[in-house]
């Protein structure tokens, strides 16, 4: 079976502090994709970021970066020089690598996280 | 590009009638097609998967009967809410994937907010 854990459930910060989301993901499979999607008040899921279970390399996209430990079966997110309109649930998600697309996604519970002036 | 829509963004029903819920791909044909139901300060739960020209796979306690799936083409899928009653009101999401190009990753739609009086 697999399951995503967000231990932290909300998370309050200042803004231009760092923060950092916390994944731990377990899962049966050698291969697999972790995700992370960030819902905004609106509502619309945005997708982040997609990293397979082979490529260990951290990743940067200007303020948000990934860690992605295979070892500890672990995928942070950490936002950096937070700001306001970062405010929003961010969803870790697990899903197999399977050919043909429409592969289901496991979900956590989501991080609210709000950032204030 | 992965743009998702969904339409109605929001419906108030009474109880009793049913609601049709479209989600489409706008900018790439989506051989898959999912509908989750989000309560609030909650997970995504999935309802169903459906694949273009194929009858939808529901999840485990999921009335396939009350909610009825259609993915009649690759860019369309629908949802339709039979007979809506108050424990129907939710927000319902559908993502769409594709087997090219966007392999495993799930683009969302903006949401869709049922209340049933």
């Known amino acids: 079976a697999q399951k995503v854990t967000q231990a932290q459930t909300e998370i309050s910060v200042v803004e231009k502090e760092d923060v950092t989301l916390d994944c731990v993901y377990e899962?049966?499979?050698?291969?697999?994709?972790l995700f992370w999607y960030k819902q905004p008040p609106s509502g619309e899921l945005v997708f982040l970021i997609r990293?397979?279970?082979?490529?260990?390399q951290n990743e940067i996209s200007g303020r948000y970066s990934w860690n992605f430990q295979k070892s500890t079966s672990s995928f942070n997110f950490t936002i950096t020089a937070s700001q306001v309109v970062d405010s929003a649930v961010y969803f870790c998600?697990?899903?197999?690598?399977?050919?043909?697309?429409?592969?289901?996604?496991?979900f956590g519970t989501g991080t609210q996280l709000k950032v204030e002036l | 590009g992965a743009v998702v829509s969904q339409h109605p963004s929001r419906v108030i029903c009474k109880s009793g009638t049913s609601v049709k819920i479209e989600c489409r791909s706008l900018?790439?044909?989506?051989?898959?097609m999912f509908w989750y139901r989000q309560f609030p300060k909650q997970s995504l739960m999935l309802m169903a998967t459906?694949?273009?020209?194929?009858?939808?796979?529901?999840e485990q306690g999921v009335e396939k009967d009350k909610f009825l799936i259609n993915h009649a083409s690759l860019t369309l899928s629908t949802l339709t809410v039979t007979s809506a009653h108050p424990e129907d009101s939710s927000f319902y999401i559908c993502?769409?994937?594709?087997?090219?190009?966007?392999?495993?990753?799930?683009?969302f739609g903006p949401g869709t907010r049922l209340t049933v009086l």
């Open positions: 899962t049966r499979d050698t291969t697999y994709y």
């Open positions: 998600a697990l899903g197999p690598i399977l050919t043909g697309g429409g592969n289901k996604l496991t």
């Open positions: 993502s769409a994937s594709s087997d090219r190009g966007w392999t495993d990753t799930q683009y």
């Open positions: 459906s694949n273009e020209g194929s009858k939808a796979t529901y």
């Open positions: 900018d790439f044909q989506a051989t898959t």
């Open positions: 990293r397979n279970s082979f490529d260990e």
